[in-house]
């Protein structure tokens, strides 16, 4: 901007506070921040009418001694636990199938801890009545049970959530049971464990014969006897599934494995469609919106209103007083060209 304009704009500036008093929107621009506000972005909305008590492990354990299944949703950014905590989801899980569905990754083994800390954090803002767990990704709890302990207070001090989330049977019950100790609460996942499937021959259904549905019942036993509050069972034959949660204390969270389990997760970003046609989906996810298909529609229509100038409407500007504006246009006019 040339120096002449900006004596201008000082002048002017100068001229219409009077007083003290602010009338033009070129000193309210000048204002703090706390003073003058034009933002579109409202974090939280409306809270909702009936603001539901915050789920806790009590909360749940309740659920499942009362035969009540529990709902458990995925989440991993600021939006998608805003939606599942409204909808009322018992759980959200920070799992680490962010790193497919929100980083792009290949599969779960590339995500790191601390971007899982980072997703964490986002999620615990935006959840106030739903119980958070967060997963810790593979890595980060494999070494020792000193090396989960460190990783998972982390989870609960810098992620913000309640639980954590780790996977294994009967191998990982002495790091359960460390963590456990400490205070913090676990949720096991045995079944098909996404994290070890180059061992499993891949994202294979796990319990199919009579020696593979006995371990996962030794894995289920072996976890729960460590501490764990409950525990995630994926991709296991539902008849399985629902006499293995029979012989528990502690509720199972079904994903893939039948509605016999005390309640069910699914990836949020499967069950609402936000993905392009031809995805692979597995058997046992239902989708039940299409979130691609209204976001392609919504965001082609503001093209075309863009490049035909239809957008932004008259309704969609702050209008300026017809005389400040023609004053505005003669300040502007006077201003002689300057090669600066």
Request: a neutral charge.
């Amino acid at each position: 901007m040339s120096r002449a304009m900006m004596n201008t704009l000082r002048t002017s500036s100068q001229i219409i506070v009077k007083g003290g008093n602010v009338s033009s929107p070129l000193s309210r621009a000048c204002l703090p921040l706390g003073q003058a506000r034009w933002s579109s972005h409202s974090p939280l909305g409306t809270p909702p009418a009936n603001a539901r008590k915050p789920v806790t492990i009590n909360t749940l354990q309740n659920l499942f001694r009362k035969g009540e299944p529990i709902t458990m949703m995925t989440a991993h950014d600021f939006p998608s636990a805003h939606v599942a905590d409204h909808a009322g989801m018992d759980i959200i899980l920070v799992g680490d199938s962010l790193a497919m569905v929100a980083l792009g990754m290949e599969d779960t083994s590339e995500v790191l801890l601390e971007e899982m800390l980072l997703h964490c954090r986002s999620v615990a803002r935006a959840t106030k009545g739903a119980f958070t767990v967060g997963d810790l990704p593979m890595g980060s709890y494999e070494i020792a049970p000193e090396q989960a302990l460190e990783s998972a207070i982390r989870v609960i001090k810098e992620g913000r959530v309640k639980a954590i989330k780790l996977e294994g049977g009967k191998e990982m019950a002495p790091t359960i049971s460390k963590i456990t100790t400490a205070g913090i609460p676990v949720l096991a996942h045995i079944g098909l464990t996404p994290q070890r499937q180059n061992s499993l021959g891949g994202f294979r259904v796990q319990g199919k014969n009579t020696a593979s549905a006995l371990k996962l019942l030794e894995d289920a036993f072996a976890v729960q006897e460590a501490g764990a509050f409950g525990m995630i069972i994926e991709a296991v034959p539902a008849e399985v599934a629902a006499l293995v949660t029979k012989k528990l204390s502690v509720p199972t969270i079904g994903i893939g494995a039948g509605n016999g389990c005390s309640g069910q997760v699914l990836v949020q970003v499967d069950m609402m469609g936000n993905f392009p046609p031809g995805r692979f989906l597995p058997k046992f996810v239902k989708q039940y919106g299409n979130i691609w298909a209204e976001a392609m529609r919504a965001m082609l229509e503001y093209k075309a209103e863009v490049k035909s100038r239809a957008y932004p409407a008259p309704e969609h500007t702050y209008p300026m007083p017809k005389e400040e504006f023609a004053e505005f246009e003669r300040l502007v006019e006077a201003i002689k060209p300057s090669s600066e």
